[in-house]
Every structure is written in C-alpha cells, then in structure tokens.
C-alpha cells in the first residue's frame, strides 16, 4: 500500500521537534537564540510554533514576570532527538529532546548567553558546538567552576570524531 502525499508529510512532521514561543510584552517572552528552524507557523500575533529536524541543536530562552518583577528566566540547550530514542521533557517543547545545558535565573542565563557570544565571535555557529561542550558549560555552572572555552581547535576535533563516527 503507497502513503499519499498527505499521509508522507504527516509522518515527516513527526519527526520534528515543535516549539511554541509567545510574546507579550513585559510579560512573557519566549525565544529561540540559535537553531536552523524547518517550518514556522503563525498562531496569532503574540504565538507561533517552530519546528526543528532531527539532530540539530537549539537554545531556548523563557522569561515570565509579574507586577513584581521577574518570575521565570530559563535557557534550555536542546538536541532534537530521533524517533525511538529517549528524550527529556522541555517545557513549551513538544515531545521534548536531549538536554544539553539547562540554566535558571538570570544570572546564570546571562552566563550562558555570553559564551554562546564568544562562540559566535570565534566564527563558529552555536548549532554545530559539540554536545560536549554543552553538558560541560551546564555542569561546571553547577559546581560554581569556570568552564573551558570553546576553541577553533576543539571544535576542529569534534567535527574529525563526528565525520568518523
């Protein structure tokens, strides 16, 4: 029995790891600080859903506040995982997806967004770091411990052990 065409984009959109992002304005702001999105839908004005393939990466920020001040400041960086393997739940992010680095209050938030900076000056694009250097940054924040820097050289090494394995 062939798939139709509606049937095979079905299952391709399954794939996808789907992330809603709302904008209220000094409320609530969800956004997406680095990732190649696949498709984008448009809710509203103020809600959309981005989609992601398998494999890549993303950084997802989430801040909330209330007549008081700030509720929520959150960074999630999340590897799109592939159908069958496990994932972990994100929040906003359907069904969920390796977590890399995961980063609350803003303090640490703002860490976090300062070596994705130094990153990016380097020349190197955040989506193609080794997950290595993710869950290396998330746990020397833990521990309180200045993290090593992603080099041009480290990376260079990860992309020879990717292109082998």
């Known amino acids: 029995m062939n798939a139709t065409p509606r049937a095979a984009a079905d299952h391709a959109a399954d794939t ?6 709302t904008w209220i ?4 702001e969800h956004w997406i600080r680095f990732g190649h999105v696949a498709h ?4 509203d004005r103020r809600r959309r859903i981005l989609s992601f393939p398998p494999d890549t990466v993303f950084a997802f920020l989430r801040w909330a506040a209330n007549d008081y001040g700030t509720v929520v400041s959150c960074i999630d960086i999340v590897r799109v ?29 703002r860490l ?4 994705i900076d130094r990153i990016e000056a380097t020349g190197i694009d ?6 290595e250097h993710w869950r290396h940054l998330h746990n020397r924040m833990l521990a309180g411990q200045a993290p090593r820097p992603y080099t ?11 292109a082998v394995s």
Request: aromatic letters at 6%.
């Open 126 to 131: 955040p989506v193609d770091v080794a997950p």
């Open 112 to 115: 976090v967004l300062e070596a």
């Open 81 to 109: 995982t592939r159908p069958g393997e496990p994932y972990q739940t994100v929040p906003f992010v359907r069904p969920g997806g390796e977590s890399l680095l995961r980063q609350s209050g803003w303090p640490k938030v």
């Open 16 to 21: 996808l790891a789907h992330v809603e992002l």
């Open 25 to 28: 304005e000094k409320r609530i």
């Open 152 to 162: 041009r050289d480290r990376h260079h090494a990860w992309l020879r052990r990717r």
């Open 40 to 43: 984008e839908q448009i809710l």
